[in-house]
């Protein structure tokens, strides 16, 4: 087994047969059929596939704002059953309430948690540093470009010490170059204060260069269509995007998102794990 | 003067780049800023100067018309009437009657309407029991329930009161509730995944998110209060600008009439731009569009 292959036993996240369907015009509409994943501890797991494929769905349930129609999502062997704050959540639209300066988007969070002010001047602190935002401590978002709201979001979500991060789409309406500067600093800051990060994108380079585990999805009904491992040589780094491994892994996860065939599916869990799927293909 | 010549060759030019005009590309941002503001100020004093010329060619014309026998107190006779007014006491007796009524009308019909507003807002099981009274209700004018204020309540102040009161609470709870209704549901849910429970987010989330509603609902209330308060005291009030107007009426008092005219027509304006600068304050955080 190589090292970025998580070890079967005991998952931060297990999605269990998950099924989601939505009331459209009196039809059901099913919007994640069957979905069963393992996230190990400390595991970087991309989620890519094509738009109203289900992966903002099964983020808000893993998150506890959604409900499954059958099926359960399990945080540390326990049944979502709600928000808390061991699960921090980066939303594509920042969300930053708009009324708040950057400190005290931070601070929300830490409030919620009954910190002293000192307390939570203190931690915020450290957060907005950590992402390079303490210029603007005091600034209002709107005042903010789009990257940096979305850095404020990261602070905002890292300041609780979620051991699970849930990010959809975080960076997805960012430019390339503000884009490729966030990856490096999330995946740096990763490295350093290790979490179990869910990370969900439609950029397949994205996925590969972030991603311990790149789980490819499909739509009608959305399931889970293949999962890449990412087993990269050296650090995270810009030169990593130019070597023939990189573009390899890119190229896997390219066509499993653009060429499906129809009505495959694989099961994510760690259970599945020995015959690898992609080992196949 | 080496950073400028540095700047002069870094930008490949060196025949056009005089030293005026590197200086003058390391201030862009300045002189823009400036012309700016500038062009800004001077927009602003042209509109100032182009509505004092209106306002004084209107009183021109005012003063043409009353001298040439239209049946016009000339600006004069309003000015020395609304002198004689303010000496004698009258106008700020008025002025004070009138102002407690709607100041009171007003501040109930808002300390109202903003839970109501709220409740209806938040709990489906509210909205269900007082929408429709609201929906209803608010369609009859204000001054449509003064025969049944009167008979209800006397020829006090109270009916007064309610009446100005209801005007002002229909404007208020409708806008708060829409503020309510309109709150973005990704910043609730912002707010309970870090952890945050119901009641804290109505706190923290939902009062200051509808605040900008409030606020125009406020001064839509505030305008709906000032209308209805002439006609409000037309209830044997003994003091007020709309009991003043009338006893004006009896006696063919032109001159009477129109200080009073004047005067809610000025202080309406003053309290709307109060709230005006109140909701700029409070407000400032919104993205404008
Ligand atoms: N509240 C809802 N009511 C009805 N249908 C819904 C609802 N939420 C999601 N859906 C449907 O479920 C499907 C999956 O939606 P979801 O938002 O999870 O997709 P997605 O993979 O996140 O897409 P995108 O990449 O565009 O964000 C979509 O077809 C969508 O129309
Ligand atoms: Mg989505």
Same mark, same amino acid.
């Given at each position: 087994?190589?090292?970025?292959?998580?070890?079967?036993?005991?998952?931060?996240?297990?999605?269990?047969?998950?099924?989601?369907?939505?009331?459209?015009? *009196?039809?059901?509409?099913?919007? =994640?059929?069957?979905?069963?994943?393992?996230?190990?501890?400390?595991? !970087? $797991?991309?989620? /890519? &596939?094509?738009?109203?494929?289900?992966?903002?769905?099964?983020?808000?349930?893993?998150?506890?704002?959604?409900?499954?129609?059958?099926?359960?999502?399990?945080?540390?062997?326990?049944?979502?059953?709600?928000?808390?704050?061991?699960?921090?959540?980066?939303?594509?639209?920042?969300?930053?309430?708009?009324?708040?300066?950057?400190?005290?988007?931070?601070?929300? *969070?830490?409030?919620?948690?009954? =910190?002293?002010?000192?307390?939570?001047?203190?931690?915020?602190?450290? !957060? $907005?540093?950590? /992402? &390079?935002?303490?210029?603007?401590?005091?600034?209002?978002?709107?005042?903010?470009?789009?990257?940096?709201?979305?850095?404020?979001?990261?602070?905002?979500?890292?300041?609780?010490?979620?051991?699970?991060?849930?990010?959809?789409?975080?960076?997805?309406?960012?430019?390339?170059?503000?884009?490729?500067?966030?990856?490096?600093?999330?995946?740096?800051?990763?490295?350093?204060?290790?979490?179990?990060?869910?990370?969900?994108?439609?950029?397949?380079?994205?996925?590969?260069?972030?991603?311990?585990? /790149?789980?490819?999805?499909?739509?009608?009904?959305?399931?889970?269509?293949?999962?890449?491992?990412?087993?990269?040589?050296?650090?995270?780094?810009?030169?990593?995007?130019?070597?023939?491994?990189?573009?390899?892994?890119?190229?896997?996860?390219?066509?499993?998102?653009?060429?499906?065939?129809?009505?495959?599916?694989?099961?994510?869990?760690?259970?599945?794990?020995?015959?690898?799927?992609?080992?196949?293909? | 003067?080496?950073?400028?010549?540095?700047?002069?060759?870094?930008?490949?030019?060196?025949?056009?780049?005089?030293?005026?005009?590197?200086?003058?590309?390391?201030?862009?941002?300045?002189?823009?800023?400036?012309?700016?503001?500038?062009?800004?100020?001077?927009?602003?004093?042209?509109?100032?100067?182009?509505?004092?010329?209106?306002?004084?060619?209107?009183?021109?014309?005012?003063?043409?018309?009353?001298?040439?026998?239209?049946?016009?107190?000339?600006?004069?006779?309003?000015?020395?009437?609304?002198?004689?007014?303010?000496?004698?006491?009258?106008?700020?007796?008025?002025?004070?009657?009138?102002?407690?009524?709607?100041?009171?009308?007003?501040?109930?019909?808002?300390?109202?309407?903003?839970?109501?507003?709220?409740?209806?807002?938040?709990?489906?099981?509210?909205?269900?029991?007082?929408?429709?009274?609201?929906?209803?209700?608010?369609?009859?004018?204000?001054?449509?329930?003064?025969?049944?204020?009167?008979?209800?309540?006397?020829?006090?102040?109270?009916?007064?009161?309610?009446?100005?009161?209801?005007?002002?609470?229909?404007?208020?709870?409708?806008?708060?509730?829409?503020?309510?209704?309109?709150?973005?549901?990704?910043?609730?849910?912002?707010?309970?995944?870090?952890?945050?429970?119901?009641?804290?987010?109505?706190?923290?989330?939902?009062?200051?998110?509808?605040?900008?509603?409030?606020?125009?609902?406020?001064?839509?209330?505030?305008?709906?209060?000032?209308?209805?308060?002439?006609?409000?005291?037309?209830?044997?009030?003994?003091?007020?600008?709309?009991?003043?107007?009338?006893?004006?009426?009896?006696?063919?008092?032109?001159?009477?009439?129109?200080?009073?005219?004047?005067?809610?027509?000025?202080?309406?304006?003053?309290?709307?731009?109060?709230?005006?600068?109140?909701?700029?304050?409070?407000?400032?955080?919104?993205?404008?569009?």
């Amino acid at each position: 087994m190589t090292p970025n292959t998580p070890t079967p036993g005991s998952p931060r996240i297990s999605v269990r047969n998950v099924t989601r369907t939505f009331d459209l015009k *009196g039809e059901g509409f099913v919007a =994640l059929d069957d979905v069963s994943l393992d996230v190990a501890d400390n595991e !970087f $797991i991309t989620v /890519v &596939g094509p738009s109203g494929c289900g992966k903002s769905t099964l983020m808000n349930i893993l998150a506890g704002l959604d409900t499954p129609t059958s099926g359960e999502a399990l945080v540390d062997g326990r049944p979502v059953t709600g928000p808390g704050p061991d699960r921090g959540v980066i939303f594509q639209q920042y969300a930053l309430f708009p009324w708040l300066t950057v400190r005290k988007n931070v601070e929300f *969070g830490l409030k919620t948690a009954g =910190l002293s002010a000192k307390e939570r001047r203190e931690k915020a602190e450290h !957060f $907005i540093e950590m /992402v &390079g935002l303490g210029e603007f401590a005091d600034a209002l978002p709107k005042m903010l470009s789009g990257g940096m709201k979305q850095r404020c979001a990261i602070a905002r979500a890292y300041a609780v010490d979620p051991s699970i991060l849930l990010m959809d789409e975080p960076f997805g309406a960012l430019d390339a170059l503000t884009r490729v500067t966030l990856q490096e600093q999330l995946l740096d800051t990763w490295s350093r204060e290790k979490r179990t990060v869910m990370f969900i994108t439609h950029d397949v380079d994205e996925a590969v260069f972030l991603a311990n585990r /790149v789980v490819v999805m499909a739509a009608r009904p959305g399931r889970i269509y293949d999962v890449i491992d990412v087993e990269l040589p050296g650090p995270r780094t810009e030169d990593l995007r130019l070597s023939p491994e990189f573009t390899e892994l890119r190229n896997r996860v390219w066509s499993a998102v653009y060429h499906q065939t129809p009505g495959r599916r694989v099961d994510a869990t760690h259970r599945s794990v020995a015959p690898h799927p992609t080992a196949v293909a | 003067m080496a950073s400028m010549t540095e700047t002069v060759t870094a930008r490949d030019e060196p025949g056009t780049a005089t030293s005026a005009s590197a200086l003058a590309d390391r201030t862009t941002e300045k002189p823009r800023r400036t012309r700016r503001a500038r062009q800004d100020s001077a927009k602003r004093a042209r509109t100032l100067l182009l509505s004092t010329i209106s306002i004084a060619a209107g009183i021109g014309v005012w003063w043409l018309l009353s001298s040439i026998g239209f049946k016009l107190p000339s600006p004069a006779d309003v000015v020395v009437r609304g002198w004689e007014l303010t000496v004698d006491g009258t106008l700020g007796a008025d002025l004070v009657a009138s102002l407690t009524r709607v100041l009171v009308g007003f501040a109930l019909g808002t300390i109202v309407a903003i839970p109501v507003g709220f409740l209806m807002g938040w709990y489906a099981w509210a909205r269900g029991l007082i929408e429709p009274w609201i929906q209803f209700f608010r369609t009859i004018p204000p001054l449509a329930i003064i025969p049944l204020a009167i008979v209800l309540l006397g020829i006090g102040e109270e009916p007064k009161i309610l009446v100005i009161f209801l005007a002002a609470f229909f404007a208020c709870v409708i806008s708060t509730f829409q503020g309510v209704v309109n709150v973005d549901r990704t910043l609730i849910n912002a707010a309970r995944v870090l952890g945050t429970k119901d009641a804290g987010i109505f706190v923290r989330v939902v009062v200051p998110a509808s605040v900008p509603f409030i606020l125009v609902g406020m001064r839509v209330g505030l305008g709906a209060a000032w209308a209805t308060l002439v006609a409000a005291e037309l209830i044997a009030a003994q003091q007020g600008l709309g009991y003043r107007m009338q006893q004006a009426q009896l006696y063919y008092d032109l001159p009477t009439i129109f200080v009073g005219l004047i005067v809610i027509g000025v202080l309406g304006l003053v309290m709307d731009r109060l709230l005006l600068l109140a909701e700029k304050k409070l407000t400032g955080w919104q993205e404008r569009r």
